[in-house]
Each structure stands twice: as structure tokens, then as C-alpha cells.
């Protein structure tokens, strides 16, 4: 899937701001702060944005502008839609041993 031109400015906002040394993606990241891997599908875009632009005690306010805001937003967007975290669990069926034909086992 391409990358918009506004989420690859989210992207760079991202790397800019250096939000990877306290959130993660795909559980890869900081611990300090939550997986954002799928917080618009989690909380929505609105609450991500309002989030970003008040900040908290445990996360600065970075005085983005409102086109920064909204390159942000596109790029937990475009994440969002890459897939999921935790990954689903599966269940792992055995089947027997694979082996060569002449093996002699």
C-alpha cells in the first residue's frame, strides 16, 4: 500500500519528534507510552489528534500546527490499516514429520 504524501509527512513529523523512544508500532518501539499500531481504530482520529495537540504530563505538548496535527493523524491512519497489535492467535495443528524419501527414520 502507498503512502500518501500527508502520511509520509506524518512519518517524518514522527521520526522528527522522536515519538519512537516512547511509543511503539508492532509492540517495536519505547515503553513508556502505548502501541499506537491501532489507536484510530482503537479511539478514532479525533481523540489521536486532541491528544497530540494538548499533550500530558507524561507526554509535552509540541505546539504542533494544525497541519502538522493532521500529517500525524494520516500516518496513524495509514499504520492503522497495515495491520494489527497484539498479532491474532492462531491455532497450530501437527500433521506428523516432513522428511526426505530416503530418509530412513
Not at 499500531?37 to 479511539?43: D, F, G, L, P
Not at 509535552?60 to 491474532?88: I, W
Request: net charge negative; glycine share 8%.
Amino acid at each position: 500500500m502507498p503512502i500518501s504524501p500527508a502520511a509520509d509527512r506524518g512519518r517524518q513529523l514522527y521520526q522528527e519528534h522522536n515519538c519512537v523512544a516512547c511509543h511503539q508500532f508492532y509492540g517495536l518501539g519505547g515503553y513508556m507510552g502505548p502501541d499506537l499500531t491501532n489507536v484510530i481504530s482503537n479511539r478514532g482520529a479525533a481523540y489521536a489528534r486532541a491528544f497530540m495537540a494538548a499533550g500530558t504530563q507524561a507526554m509535552p505538548n509540541f505546539n504542533l500546527r494544525d497541519e502538522e496535527l493532521d500529517a500525524l493523524v494520516a500516518y496513524l491512519e495509514f499504520v492503522d490499516k497495515t495491520g494489527t497489535y497484539p498479532p491474532e492467535n492462531f491455532e497450530v495443528k501437527w500433521y506428523g514429520v516432513v522428511a526426505q524419501e530416503d530418509d530412513p527414520r
